[in-house]
């Protein structure tokens, strides 16, 4: 039987494969939810049960999915137990690499999301592109040798980082916030040095789509992701689509000025957001106020020890991030906030305010949007980097699947 079809709006070189389509509707249907029956795939891929059971047979034979018996099943039935069908672990791998303002961490997963790699290294990444970059070269190879995966099986590289970045051409906009990395393109040299395909995308909605996939906001088609490291920024993924706007900027909410008197920040502007809760800046108004050297990393022990100067800075971030929180809900009425970096270690501190503000100053109707912790914690970057490599397997595998081993 000729399973062709040619699409009306392609190239006569570019004919539509029914098998290929099969194929890559079983697999979505599969990193959608990890186990599923034959008669569950018929019904979720709405392929024909003929169909169905000929591209399973072609996905077994290419080693990118596997059979087995439902171990959950019970009852007296005699004969074949139900089997379930799931992707292959090994089948392929990603990714991730996190470049934040300090440190550089990468991770190597295998096809359905498993960390089986990760390391960081500590490092002043805003002004030495050069060294950054080589930094995360190492990590990959030495990612890439510990674990003993053959290079043609890693689907690609997803690269997180700490700067608004436009991800439909790769270009970051580091004015102001990574300063050693303006002209730079990080996407090319990473391709250059590795040879794999290398994606691109800011911290923050990396953020998002790992909790989405992994994380508090699984089953959420409207949620914000907000991160409060050293620097601040917000994911957004709005009716199940990440909200990138014109310029592939959309979320910058760490620069919404909550305070017009307030201090310089490091884009030029005064009293952004991140000027008074991330973390290094609640450490300067304590420093400033004590006298005495105070870090970000001191913070989680002041507040243990319910010192009262930190209390009040982190109870003042929290109250700052529920007024630009509330302009954001009122815009986008998302069902769920997740809240992750490295503030949230400060815990009801920081979340008391934070709602009580976002509840005070948005309408009644709007309340009803939670706000919840991350549940990836400093792993979501990371984690939704290669989970941006990840979102392909289906049309990856389903169309140009890798050597099996
Ligand atoms: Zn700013």
Known sequence: MDTTLTDPYATSESPINLRDLGRVRVLRALTEKPQLSRAELVRQTGLARSTVGS???DLISAGLVRESADAGATGARTGRPPQLLSLEPDAAYALGLDVGHDHVRAILTDVVGT???DQSEALAVDGDPERTLNTAVNLIDRAIEDVGVRR?????LGLGIASPVDMSNGQLHAEGIMPGWVGVRPTDELADRTGLTVRIINDANAGVLAERRFGAARGCANVVYLRLSSGIGAGVVCDGRMLLGYSGLAGELGHVIVDPTGTLCRCGNRGCLETVASPPAIAELLTRSWGRPVSGADLADLLLAGDRG????????GNAVGRALAATVMVL?????????????AGEALFEPMRRTLSRNTMISHTRTRIVPSTL???AGVRGAA???LDDVPERLGLDPPPAT
Not at 310 to 317: C, F, K, P, S
Not at 333 to 341: A, D
């Open 55 to 57: 591209v399973i047979f």
């Open 377 to 379: 914690g400093d792993s």
């Open 310 to 317: 930190t209390l009040r800075a982190v109870e003042d971030a």
């Open 152 to 156: 043609e099986k890693i689907l690609g």
């Open 387 to 389: 989970t941006m490599v």
């Open 115 to 117: 960390t089986r790699w």
């Open 333 to 345: 009425n998302p069902e769920l906030i997740v809240v992750g970096g490295d503030l949230v270690t």
